[in-house]
């Protein structure tokens, strides 16, 4: 075997490799809300984190979620990173947005990963505000499907 054809071969294997990790890396243990809802967001709670999902038939240009029963702490991964969207939290609000005016298409995404502390537990977890923006910052229609006790809880426009 020529040195070309081992060096095309690694580099085949390593994007490869890599196409694996990011697609896994945006995988939820558990499936899409069955749910008659276009819009929606969910959380996918894990024992230090929770994974913020939504699927939309809407372009999105901004997110606010606020928490009560969780700490929420650093964020790593999702289309908002990927996308480069401004980030910011304290222990109760999230907020992201792009100040170059870029938005998360249409689709199911994993839009972040929060490190999150449960003081009451997983299962006391509530979503206390929810809004989203799409173009010009228009509200947009969106439901939350409280994964916890398998239902909506509520709706925002």
């Given at each position: 075997?020529?040195?070309?054809?081992?060096?095309?071969?690694?580099?085949?294997?390593?994007?490869?490799?890599?196409?694996?990790?990011?697609?896994?890396?945006?995988?939820?243990?558990?499936?899409?809300?069955?749910?008659?809802?276009?819009?929606?967001?969910?959380?996918?709670?894990?024992?230090?984190?929770?994974?913020?999902?939504?699927?939309?038939?809407?372009?999105?240009?901004?997110?606010?979620?606020?928490?009560?029963?969780?700490?929420?702490?650093?964020?790593?991964?999702?289309?908002?990173?990927?996308?480069?969207?401004?980030?910011?939290?304290?222990?109760?609000?999230?907020?992201?947005?792009?100040?170059?005016?870029?938005?998360?298409?249409?689709?199911?995404?994993?839009?972040?990963?929060?490190?999150?502390?449960?003081?009451?537990?997983?299962?006391?977890?509530?979503m206390t505000n929810m809004v989203?923006?799409?173009?010009?910052?228009?509200s947009l229609d969106f439901s939350?499907?409280?994964?916890?006790?398998?239902?909506?809880?509520?709706?925002?426009?």
């Amino acid at each position: 075997m020529s040195k070309n054809s081992s060096t095309l071969i690694v580099g085949l294997i390593t994007v490869a490799c890599m196409a694996l990790i990011v697609m896994n890396k945006d995988s939820n243990t558990f499936e899409k809300p069955m749910t008659i809802e276009d819009n929606i967001i969910w959380i996918d709670f894990h024992d230090s984190k929770m994974d913020i999902w939504m699927s939309s038939v809407d372009e999105v240009y901004g997110f606010q979620f606020e928490f009560e029963g969780a700490a929420l702490g650093s964020t790593d991964g999702g289309v908002l990173n990927r996308e480069g969207f401004n980030i910011s939290n304290n222990e109760r609000v999230f907020l992201s947005f792009s100040f170059e005016g870029k938005s998360i298409p249409s689709g199911e995404h994993m839009l972040i990963s929060i490190d999150t502390s449960y003081p009451n537990g997983k299962n006391n977890v509530k979503m206390t505000n929810m809004v989203l923006a799409g173009k010009g910052g228009k509200s947009l229609d969106f439901s939350y499907y409280n994964s916890i006790y398998n239902s909506t809880t509520f709706r925002t426009n």
